[in-house]
């Protein structure tokens, strides 16, 4: 993945009231499906919007990066939340348009009893490969190794694929699960569990590990240190309507990025 050049901002923002002001003569239902990642900021945003204007309804699902590009595409939804750009074909087939709001990492993930700290991108290889079967061929306390992965669809899947091990070929064994969410739980609940999920959705719950001695953060994310990254895409079909360019429009204001800091992930204000 192309590095994207940031401008240094600040990591905290004050919310500001006139934010809000563009949706104030607009009115009607806007719908967003797509990439997990984006969810939990675009909800509370979304929050915010609803409250202060009731003639305006937002609905917001999951299902992938894939499942809101085709979705968007068919005019299903307004717009779709996509983990990495629009591909040349999708763009070409669906007009379509994508808006960077936010910067976010890939986290490798393992149970919080595994005692790994660090892992090599040679070692993540072999792991998601199937040629390291067992932590113990690591020199780590665990055993048998249980891997999990996202769907073909998820943006998350594909960047891992590409970034984390670079275009190598999954082992079959890996069990596939639905979002940032399930793989939590999954790994939670598996001692000997490796996965991998937004680093806007970490938490105590289970343990983020380093890639290469660089760990996972804002800061190595916005440098470029972190490899495992991505941009996080609003996608709309053609030039946005009224109501999403609004909602676009709000999610990289001052506001906006006031939300997206506080939920885990990097604003992107261009």
Avoid: W
Avoid at 61 to 70: L, S, Y
Avoid at 146 to 172: C, H, P, W
Avoid at 200 to 228: F, M, N, R
Wanted: charged fraction near 20%.
């Amino acid at each position: 993945m192309k590095k994207l050049i940031l401008s240094i901002f600040a990591l905290f923002y004050f919310s500001n009231a006139d934010d809000l002001k563009p949706f104030e003569n607009l009115k009607g239902t806007l719908n967003i499906a797509g990439g997990t990642a984006h969810i939990a900021s675009e909800k509370e945003a979304m929050k915010n919007i609803m409250e202060k204007y009731p003639d305006i309804n937002m609905t917001i699902a999951g299902g992938g990066t894939g499942v809101g590009i085709k979705q968007v595409t068919e005019g299903l939804v307004d717009i779709a939340n996509a983990g990495r750009a629009p591909k040349k074909d999708e763009i070409e087939r669906g007009n379509l348009q994508g808006f960077i709001f936010a910067m976010d990492g890939i986290a490798v993930i393992v149970n919080n009893n595994l005692d790994a700290k660090n892992l090599t991108t040679e070692q993540l290889v072999d792991i998601f490969t199937g040629k390291v079967k067992s932590f113990s061929e690591l020199g780590l306390n665990g055993g048998k190794i249980n891997l999990y992965v996202r769907d073909a669809s998820s943006g998350t899947m594909e960047v891992f694929t590409s970034e984390g091990i670079k275009k190598a070929q999954l082992s079959q064994d890996a069990k596939v699960v639905a979002s940032n969410a399930a793989m939590k739980t999954a790994i939670l609940s598996d001692k000997n569990g490796i996965g991998f999920i937004s680093f806007g959705t970490v938490d105590d719950s289970v343990k983020a590990i380093c890639i290469d001695d660089k760990c996972p953060s804002i800061e190595t994310i916005l440098s470029g240190d972190y490899h495992i990254s991505r941009g996080l895409y609003m996608v709309t079909k053609g030039e946005p309507k009224p109501l999403a360019q609004a909602f676009i429009n709000y999610m990289k204001s001052d506001s906006g990025a006031a939300i997206t800091n506080k939920l885990g992930l990097i604003p992107y204000q261009k």
